[in-house]
């Protein structure tokens, strides 16, 4: 089988996947449809999510039935104001040997797994924060000047709690650009609460089949990286990035006044890798303006810092991207 075989039959797989996976998730989570499509074009993409929502919405459940449905290991870790580096990476401990000597042996920590849950991850020390975004870009730790290799594929979705401030210690901007997609999780209709309610009362959740693992889901890397895309859509991707720094040639009035940092070349490169997992998933092997603009809000409202005019004007960071979606139009220079 030639290689072009073995891709082709790689994207039939995600083409088929979509409905399956769903119809898995659903057997533990109700509604919530955006934000599961957004973590699971991030998982297909290789990239890392950052989770924002009230407690009790099931963002833990959501993460662990991903990582069930691909065969992938889960590790849940759960971010206080005393974790230490160490605590997540692992630590050399003295041990001793079969001839009565003592040798230092490396015990991994629970970041070694391909799904990691950082739970909460603004409520722990700037240090510990770093170890583990670190290893989000390396894909590796470093103990006592020793690097060891994470397992792959390796996934990250960090938990924000939007209230209850006090005590937490936000991520500056330049780690928050580390992260694909903030992905939103917010209430659900009447309706939806209703079903969840039943169903969490009524008894032990029914069991999830696993339908992919590791391998698939490394393959699925690859084959989304090869998807085409043209030039016309990549410069739509980066001017609609490059509209939301204030200062900048083209830029519009509304972001000198609201915005006080935009995203940056990171963010363009998101937007088309997302837009790339987006197309399979939809069963196409091309990208459009619209996956570009599907993608916008994920992708854009970590890596824009509002001004104090934006808090007193009441403006939020989806209205700003609302407005560049209108400002930045796909096909004109």
């Known amino acids: 089988m030639t290689e072009f075989d073995q891709e082709k039959q790689v994207v039939e797989k995600i083409r088929e996947s979509r409905g399956r996976i769903e119809r898995e998730l659903g057997k533990v989570i109700v509604g919530q449809k955006e934000a599961t499509s957004q973590i699971l074009t991030a998982l297909f993409a290789g990239g890392h999510c ?38 997540i990476t692992g630590t050399d401990i003295l041990e001793e040997t079969g001839d009565g000597k003592r040798r230092m042996q490396f015990v991994k920590g629970p970041i070694f797994a391909n799904v990691i849950l950082a739970d909460e991850i603004n409520r722990t ?137 935009g995203a940056g070349l990171r963010a363009a490169q998101s937007l088309v890798l997302g837009a790339k997992a987006r197309a399979l998933l939809e069963g196409r092997f091309h990208v459009s303006p619209a996956d570009i603009r599907a993608l916008a809000h994920p992708t854009l409202r970590h890596r824009i810092l509002l001004s104090y005019r934006a808090a007193a004007d009441r403006v939020t960071v989806n209205t700003v991207i609302d407005r560049l979606l209108e400002h930045v139009k796909e096909g004109v220079r």
Do not use: C
């Open 125 to 261: 020390p700037p240090k510990t924060q770093a170890a583990l975004l670190e290893a989000m870009q390396e894909h590796q730790v470093t103990a006592a000047g020793v690097r060891y290799p994470l397992d792959e594929p390796f996934f990250v979705l960090a938990t924000q709690n939007p209230v209850e401030m006090e005590g937490t210690y936000p991520l500056p901007e330049a780690q928050l650009d580390r992260f694909l997609f903030n992905v939103v999780v917010d209430y659900l209709p009447e309706d939806d609460e209703v079903s969840v309610v039943r169903a969490t009362t009524a008894g032990k959740p029914p069991a999830i089949e696993p339908l992919f693992d590791a391998a698939d889901v490394l393959r699925f890397h690859d084959v989304v990286k090869k998807v085409p895309v043209a030039d016309d859509v990549i410069r739509y991707a980066v001017r609609l990035a490059a509209a939301s720094r204030p200062g900048q040639p083209g830029a519009p009035d509304f972001v000198s006044q609201w915005v006080s940092w």
């Open 50 to 87: 950052l989770i924002t929502g009230a407690p009790g919405l099931a963002k833990t459940l959501l993460v662990r039935s991903v990582a069930q449905i691909f065969h992938l290991k889960f590790s849940r870790i759960q971010f206080t104001p005393d974790l230490m580096p160490a605590d």
